[in-house]
């Protein structure tokens, strides 16, 4: 025997609206109004939000990289350029004296820049430094500098004087690199690429909503609420940077997340008023009942997504806590959006949401209600009967694809995630294939604390004699500091330059040491993650259990969520080593494969596409849970609620792929990697884990889904959020077994 706590179906009467329906609904006109309103405010406040953008981020800013880059870049300017300007001479040799007046010329101009500092090129460097500076066919050579600044400060000087030194100057040719064109080039192209992906997900967005609802009328109502979630996160984006550092990535999940969830909670709303309308309910009391229940499920799933969003601010790189503010805040507008606006839109329109029916065109009739979900039923039925082998067979296949991750090679994001013809790419190209060592990407040793020359020379020693070490260069004294060069024999952050790091930081000196370079950025970077990583897991795990549990009032449900939302990631993070590590479909996909994944992408990822999972998680469960409710049959149940949200959460998860993908047609590789890889994640989970594994898990744990010791019964009693009407007086309901 088993209680079940039936709730009312649609239809069984009209229940009395409550106050927030009353709330929402009471001045519709008002409240569109006022919306309005704030969302043009919202434009003129985010205006310029790229701008104020950062296009790093990568690094901690606690580190002892970050430390002795910092104390580089004041005491020692020469040690740390940031600009490159690179001269082709062409078929003559750099050291032809017209070639060399030139550049020297070239020299003196950049040096009287304001905003530029620590100018050096070959033609002026010490014996000992010139070979660096020199490429090995002797037709290239570079001029260093460092702009000064911000990163905002610095792109607006790279602005002003790019235009006097890019390009043909007598016998010479100059091209401008370094990490501060890299990251310039980037931020440019990434705003570029964003107004493309714009311009190519809302059309198809707004036909595959047509095609969802039919109506024309209800498909705008999710466009339109996405909208208004974009523009009040670009202004709360806009805020942030008045007090902190915002990484210009972060505009893509705004874009993305506005419209997917945005439109994941419009269908959601929208799909269940008109069942409403159509089972007879008038206009207020279809949103009062939609409210009661889709809108219960709305607001649980936007804490869901939140919470997991919200485990990036845990990490010190502000391009990881960038991502937790815009997703944070597009998730609770959008939510906001939904709940408030929506209903006041639907209140308006009434009986008029399914106006403008375009399905008639290439349909006699439409389908009777009762057949709706048929397919999704027949789905659900006949993995229940085959239980074993879909949940077998699925979680084979997922796991099977996730294996490529266990070859992960972690990097940093550089010059190769703009496209090949990139001018900043090209020239840090050109410095990786034609020049001695691995110019700018060696490692700085700052030692601080007063030392002889002996000293410096003996520890000088000791570092040359590392198995890795190539060269070392310098000291360099300025009062009690000095600063040596180090250059490793291989790649500068391949395995061996990370183990160098290690032997670096290790090495007895008569003075304090702090080692920085891109090998050390990474090596802090990948400690950083890897000592905040268990308290981000610890902190999405306990709260998606705590919030699942209070949705349905079940201890395993809660445990099956969590494994199954992260078995439905496996896939993409196959493909992201498969394809963006190794180098496969890189041709036909665009990019230059670096040999490694960013260290902070993946946990951006993983936290971006489980909150999704969570997302549809929710929406599958409370109609299950909605239905178990009112019937007490567990297979009943689970059918139901794939026939009801089947079809549901497979348009929604197409519109998000849709919406992602044209995010991944960006020229920068991680974005394309971002968008590409969530894409995937979501299709996945939808179609696999939703249709397939969470019915096939869910019939082989029969009525033991539902169990909770009794304290844990109260609890949910007494603080449960679910979908459905509050519960009538408990019936005792005998079900069949499973």
Request: aromatic fraction near 6%.
């Amino acid at each position: 025997m088993t209680q079940v706590n039936k709730a009312p179906h649609p239809g069984d009467g009209p229940p009395r609206p409550g106050g927030w329906t009353r709330f929402v609904t009471a001045r519709p006109r008002l409240s569109l109004l006022v919306a309005l309103v704030l969302t043009a405010l919202a434009v003129v406040a985010g205006s310029g939000v790229a701008d104020r953008l950062g296009s790093g981020g990568w690094e901690d800013p606690a580190a002892e990289s970050t430390y002795a880059t910092k104390a580089l870049e004041r005491q020692f300017p020469d040690s740390q350029p940031n600009l490159l300007l690179l001269v082709d001479s062409g078929r003559a040799s750099v050291d032809t004296p017209a070639v060399a007046a030139r550049a020297r010329e070239l020299t003196r101009q950049l040096a009287a820049e304001k905003g530029v500092t620590g100018v050096g090129s070959y033609w002026q460097a010490a014996p000992s430094a010139a070979p660096a500076l020199r490429a090995k066919d002797g037709h290239e050579a570079l001029i260093a500098a460092r702009i000064t600044g911000d990163e905002n400060a610095m792109g607006r000087t790279l602005d002003r004087i790019a235009p006097r030194y890019r390009g043909t100057h007598g016998p010479v040719q100059v091209r401008i690199g370094g990490i501060v064109a890299v990251r310039h080039e980037m931020q440019t192209i990434i705003k570029e690429d964003l107004t493309r992906a714009e311009m190519i997900a809302l059309p198809i967005t707004l036909v595959l909503l047509v095609m969802v609802f039919g109506s024309a009328v209800a498909a705008l109502l999710p466009l339109g609420i996405g909208i208004v979630a974009i523009l009040g996160t670009n202004a709360v984006l806009r805020g942030l940077t008045s007090f902190t550092d915002v990484s210009v990535f972060a505009l893509n999940l705004t874009t993305a997340l506005g419209l997917g969830l945005a439109i994941d909670y419009a269908l959601f709303i929208v799909r269940r008023y008109r069942e409403e309308l159509s089972a007879g309910a008038d206009p207020l009391t279809a949103v009062a009942t939609t409210l009661r229940t889709a809108g219960r499920t709305v607001l649980f799933s936007a804490l869901t997504v939140a919470v997991s969003l919200a485990a990036m601010m845990v990490f010190p790189q502000y391009f990881l806590r960038s991502f937790a503010y815009a997703g944070i805040a597009v998730v609770l507008l959008a939510a906001a959006a939904a709940l408030i606006l929506l209903p006041a839109a639907l209140i308006l329109l009434g009986h008029r949401v399914n106006s403008l029916d375009l399905r008639r065109l290439v349909r006699r009739a439409p389908k009777a209600d009762n057949a709706e979900g048929t397919a999704w039923a027949r789905t659900a039925s006949l993995v229940m009967r085959r239980a074993p082998l879909f949940a077998l067979g699925t979680t084979a296949l997922l796991v099977l694809l996730g294996l490529p991750f266990l070859g992960v090679k972690f990097g940093t994001a550089d010059d190769r995630q703009l496209p090949s013809g990139a001018e900043s790419h090209v020239v840090q190209q050109h410095l990786r294939d034609g020049f001695p060592g691995s110019p700018g990407g060696g490692l700085d040793i700052l030692a601080e604390g007063r030392a002889t020359d002996a000293q410096y020379a003996a520890y000088k020693q000791r570092v040359a004699a590392l198995s890795e070490v190539d060269r070392v260069d310098g000291p360099l004294v300025k009062g009690d500091s000095a600063y040596f060069t180090v250059q490793p024999k291989g790649e500068s952050v391949d395995t061996a330059a990370q183990s160098l790091v290690g032997d670096l930081r290790s090495l007895k000196a008569p003075f304090a040491t702090k080692v920085t370079g891109t090998a050390a950025v990474l090596v802090d970077s990948k400690h950083a993650i890897g000592e905040r990583l268990p308290w981000a897991g610890a902190f999405i795990v306990i709260v998606t259990l705590l919030l699942v549990f209070l949705l349905t009032g079940s201890v395993l449900i809660p445990l099956q969520a969590v494994v199954l939302n992260a078995l439905s990631l496996t896939a993409m993070f196959g493909a992201v080593v498969w394809v963006f590590q190794d180098g496969h479909l890189s041709g036909a996909l665009g990019f230059t494969s670096p040999g490694s994944i960013e260290t902070t992408l993946p946990v951006l990822m993983f936290c971006v596409a489980f909150g999704l999972s969570m997302d549809y998680g929710v929406f599958l469960l409370s109609r299950i849970k909605e239905e178990y409710d009112r019937t007490g049959d567990h297979n009943e149940a689970v059918r139901h609620g794939l026939q009801r949200t089947g079809g549901l959460i497979t348009a929604a998860a197409v519109i998000l792929a849709v919406v992602m993908v044209a995010i991944g047609t960006s020229r920068v590789t991680n974005t394309k990697m971002l968008g590409l890889g969530i894409a995937l994640a979501v299709l996945m989970d939808a179609m696999v884990v939703r249709s397939l594994l969470v019915p096939a898990i869910m019939r082989l744990t029969g009525r033991a889904t539902w169990w909770a010791p009794a304290p844990l019964r109260r609890f949910h009693q007494r603080f449960g959020l679910s979908e459905g009407e509050p519960a009538a007086p408990a019936e005792v309901k005998e079900t069949a077994g499973v």
